[in-house]
């Protein structure tokens, strides 16, 4: 079945999003442990763009592929992995990028749901959480993936979440999502 990318955001309701996160099927890396191992000669760069050997990886099927293999490692590294090889990849800041939030209505509150440039769907919440760095200099803002895998928030995404947490009127700012609450402070 040929891949067709989530409809957009704005038009789902929360059931919809939820079912479209669920039917996300990842293969189990964090259960595979080849033995061959080596440098794969990929990077992923600070704008969350994918090389291998210098040359960018622009098709997003192929991009959508490799981050499936995607896994962190205990040491903070990344590699690309399946049953039979692992490979080293260099990432610069976060292997993912969330370009576009949308704010729903739960039957428990706000539900902040995040499309990666993968066209992955990730629900924040406690499974999920939001990092905030830099805040005064450089703003940096994160959600978690999986396994340790982030992904940073593009700027439009981060000051729909300052304007949502702005508008709770609270000091400090906060957002909330799943019943989790996300204050907008540098972490210590």
Known sequence: MPYAPPPDLATLDLAEIAALVAARKLPPVEQWHPANTGDGKMRIDAQGRWFHDGGEIKRPAMVRAFASLLRR?????????????KQRIHVEDAPFHA??????????????????????????????????????????????????????????????????ALASGTEPPFVESMRARFVLETAA
Request: glycine share 8%.
């Open 73 to 85: 490692e205990e040491d903070g590294s990344f590699v690309l992995v399946t049953p039979y090889e």
């Open 99 to 164: 370009v576009e939030v949308h704010q729903s209505a739960g039957a428990d509150g706000p539900v902040l749901t995040f499309r990666l440039n993968t066209d992955d769907l990730v629900m924040a919440g406690p499974e999920h959480r939001l990092s905030f760095n830099d805040l005064e200099d450089a703003p940096r803002a994160y959600v978690h993936v999986r396994g340790g895998l982030m992904a940073r928030l593009n700027r439009p995404v981060f000051y729909t979440l300052v304007e949502l």
